[in-house]
């Protein structure tokens, strides 16, 4: 800068040094590897927490597998062959211990390891997610696009209603309507079962995931929306038309690039809800994921099968926000990765 | 009308405007005027001054000069804007795309939202370079290396892959100004380009806008609140008051013998520095606001000289007064002495 700052030494420290070489750059693995290790201390106190809840509520394994009626020393040995004859704290070491050398115990019920059980379950939840979010992409940001450029009368009170609307409804009950109308009268989508490979699942997926467009276009778009009209008061839109450029990279430079950042955080988040409201999604469709798996668990109190899938959720949940940011501070330099 | 006089007067006339009425249609019966009556001219390679209170329609004129009201659903009524024998006023959308940038470009107000955040300075400054002519990407970067340096930006090679938040300011407008000045044009736009800088980032500003004008024999239209600023970069004047022209003229002959009871009150609001304590004095009253503006001189009720004739009929219109030096002021004549 060649002008002389004026104000505090402090300021105009700052000043010199943005003007000549811009904020310095903190690398941007660095900010990756910080965000990941929080990332990872979040998921231990979810995994923690996941713990104790389980414990705390009423009833346990035991009782839950063998009735409220059974003789008191077959209680007693299956506890001790379940590990839980031990104090809490013990077990909790114990799981511990076991978590450090990637065994995350096996299913009190049926005996399967729980990573066994992620294995085969955790795909079609990721699936059903994936899918949902791309539908979710690729109905939001045209509408949005559209109803914020096209300057048709009455068109923004209609979106703005229609979306209310939408968000208002219960996810379970758009769920059902959808399952009726498309998988009974018009039979065009399968009521239930799975398919897991590539092609073939998508048949199974696109109505449920449908059932969570619902929810998150009205507020996808409508967060989008209005950044894109910020976007479009802003004075660089007027020096982009001046300058001429060509429409199409006009629209995606100009307006909907500048807009999207808080869209993607928002999604995101949207993202690491979908993860534990998939469990209703997986029970009316009859899909084998993990978060109907978590149900039966929990109604078992299953305690290792809670555990393992609550732990890889809470991962899950951390690692999505930590993309979101990422992805938002790579379309947008403004946004600052923290 | 009188004002026809004023394109007569020098052949080095680059833009007439002439009655220009901008507005919004709001209704298909309800229309709301913004600009009533804009009437000068630009000449080539003179740095005009458009000076005026908050509300003014400054803007809208602008705006009206790179074809983007449509954007902020507001057009021209009526008028023209004669530029190369173009009739910019009635120009299409397809036609504008030939102008803007080319011949007119653009220096926004804001130095913070005037440039893509998404985009690096090399990006945006090649963009506008490489949108006439096919060129090779070496050329592009050449070309803008010495754009950077025009407008004085030293190391730009490190600017050219900064993002416009990393850049402070003054350099950030810098960067607006060479954007403007990529393809060539003719006029330069530049509306309140210093908004949010301090007083000496300013000043530079301002001097590569002269250094601009003298080198490249662009002509500038810049606006401004600050009659200081104008006085001091300016050849000539236009001052606007609720929607209309009410003085243009050279700025010498301006600040000597201003001849708009408006002019006056603007000259006499400006902060004194010699003076220490001396009192601000401020215009009384409020600028009318658009689409409340008063019968006659729309002045009228808020100036110190108001006579009967001055409420009543239409909003008066400029006449030369003077040569060369135009007022709305229907008793301009007797304001000529009065000055300070
Ligand atoms: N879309 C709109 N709808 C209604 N009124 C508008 C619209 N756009 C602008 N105006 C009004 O038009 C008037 C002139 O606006 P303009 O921006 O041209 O003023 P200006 O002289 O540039 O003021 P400033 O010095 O604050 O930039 C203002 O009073 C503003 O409120
Ligand atoms: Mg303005």
Redesign the interface.
């Known amino acids: 800068m060649t002008a002389t700052p004026i104000g505090s030494g402090v300021e105009s420290a700052v000043r010199a040094q943005e003007g000549e070489d811009g904020p310095r750059p903190q690398p941007t693995w660095e900010k990756v590897l910080r965000r990941t290790g929080r990332a990872i201390i979040v998921a231990f106190w979810v995994m923690v927490v996941a713990f104790m809840l389980i414990r705390l509520s009423p009833g346990d394994p035991v009782s839950a597998a063998l009735g409220a009626d059974a003789a008191p020393d077959t209680v007693a040995a299956a506890r001790k062959a379940l590990g839980l004859d031990v104090d809490p704290l013990t077990q909790f070491w114990n799981y511990l211990t076991g978590l450090f050398r990637g065994d995350l115990g096996a299913s009190l019920i049926s005996g399967v390891p729980v990573t066994e059980m992620l294995r085969t379950n955790m795909p079609v939840t990721l699936w059903l997610i994936f899918t949902s979010v791309t539908m979710t992409l690729v109905i939001s940001l045209p509408l949005a696009m559209f109803i914020a450029m096209a300057r048709i009368p009455g068109l923004p009170y209609l979106f703005r209603t229609l979306t209310a609307i939408g968000l208002a409804l219960p996810s379970f009950l758009v769920a059902l309507i959808l399952l009726y109308q498309f998988g009974l009268i018009w039979q065009v989508a399968p009521i239930f079962g799975y398919d897991p490979t590539f092609p073939a699942n998508l048949q199974y997926l696109w109505l449920p995931s449908l059932v969570n467009c619902v929810v998150l276009v009205p507020v996808l778009s409508r967060v989008l929306y209005s950044s894109i009209l910020d976007t479009l008061e802003e004075e660089f839109v007027e020096t982009g038309v001046v300058r001429g450029v060509r429409w199409n990279r006009f629209y995606w430079l100009y307006v909907l690039r500048p807009s999207l950042a808080p869209t993607v955080v928002l999604l995101s988040y949207m993202m690491g809800v979908m993860v534990g409201s998939t469990v209703i999604l997986e029970i009316i469709f009859a899909l084998p994921g993990i978060g109907r798996e978590l149900v039966t668990a929990v109604t078992m109190r299953d305690y290792p099968v809670v555990q393992g899938i609550i732990l890889v959720f809470g991962i899950l949940v951390v690692f999505l926000s930590l993309i979101g940011d990422i992805v938002a501070s790579l379309l947008d330099p403004r946004v600052r990765l923290t | 009308m009188s004002v026809n006089a004023m394109a007569s007067e020098s052949s080095d006339v680059l833009v007439e405007i002439r009655d220009l009425v901008i507005g919004i249609q709001r209704t298909r019966k309800d229309r709301l005027l913004i600009v009533e009556s804009a009437n000068f001219d630009i000449r080539r390679a003179e740095i005009l001054g458009l000076v005026g209170e908050s509300g003014s329609g400054k803007t809208m004129v602008c705006r009206s000069l790179?074809g983007?009201l449509k954007?902020r659903?507001a057009s021209i009524f009526a008028g023209t804007i004669k530029f190369d024998g173009m009739d910019l006023a009635k120009l299409e959308e397809r036609q504008w795309?030939s102008v803007?940038?080319?011949r007119?470009?653009?220096v926004?107000?804001?130095a913070l939202?005037?440039?893509?955040?998404?985009?690096t300075v090399g990006k945006?400054l090649g963009?506008?370079i490489r949108?006439n002519r096919k060129r090779k990407e070496k050329d592009v970067r050449r070309r803008v290396m010495e754009l950077l340096e025009l407008v004085?930006i030293?190391?730009p090679e490190?600017v050219y892959d900064?993002?416009p938040?990393?850049?402070?300011g003054?350099?950030r407008q810098r960067v607006?100004i060479a954007?403007a000045i990529t393809q060539d044009p003719d006029i330069v736009v530049a509306d309140e380009p210093t908004t949010g800088l301090?007083?000496?980032?300013q000043a530079?500003i301002m001097k590569l806008l002269k250094e601009i004008r003298s080198e490249l024999k662009m002509s500038v239209i810049l606006v401004s609140h600050d009659l200081a600023l104008i006085d001091e970069v300016c050849d000539r004047l236009v001052v606007m008051h609720a929607g209309t022209c009410v003085e243009v003229g050279s700025v010498s002959a301006v600040a000597r013998t201003p001849l708009h009871p408006y002019t006056i009150a603007l000259n006499r609001s400006r902060i004194d520095i010699s003076t220490p304590g001396a009192p601000l004095i401020t215009i009384k009253g409020n600028p009318p606001a658009v689409g409340e503006w008063p019968a006659g001189c729309r002045f009228s009720d808020r100036c110190d000289f108001v006579q009967q004739d001055c409420t009543v009929g239409r909003n008066p219109v400029l006449v030369e007064v003077r040569p060369n030096h135009w007022s709305a002021c229907l008793h301009a004549e007797r304001l000529g002495g009065t000055s300070e």
């Open positions: 790179i983007t954007r659903s795309r803007r940038g080319s007119i470009g653009y926004p107000q804001s939202t005037g440039a893509n955040p998404v985009m945006q963009e506008a949108r004085h030293r190391r490190v900064q993002y938040h990393q850049l402070s003054g350099m607006m954007a301090d007083v000496t980032v530079e």
